[in-house]
């Protein structure tokens, strides 16, 4: 995924495993930022976007550094993961 310098990053993870047993959780660089109920750890960063049994789907909230750029992954708790990267571009002009 590309973004832009003051993108949000918006990052879907959705699952096929019985109603109830979904345990969708993510991660961003390496470091959990929702909880299995489908609940944003660290609100200042990330917020949800949807959540429903089959479905967790994460908003990264840009900042002046980073745009939220790196690694994301999603789990359901069955030992499979989908990967993802956000890469910035873009980060500016310079006037002359």
Known sequence: MIIEKGDD???????DAPI???TITWR?????????TCEAINTSRFIISTS?????NIIGRSN??????GPYEC????GDQAEAV????GMGHTAF
């Open 9 to 15: 990053v918006h990052m879907e993870c959705s699952t």
């Open 20 to 22: 109830g047993s979904n």
């Open 28 to 36: 961003y660089d390496g470091v959990q930022v929702t909880r299995h």
């Open 52 to 56: 429903n049994d089959n479905d967790c």
């Open 64 to 69: 002046s550094i980073s745009g939220n750029q």
């Open 75 to 78: 789990s359901d708790g069955s």
């Open 86 to 89: 956000a890469v910035l571009i």
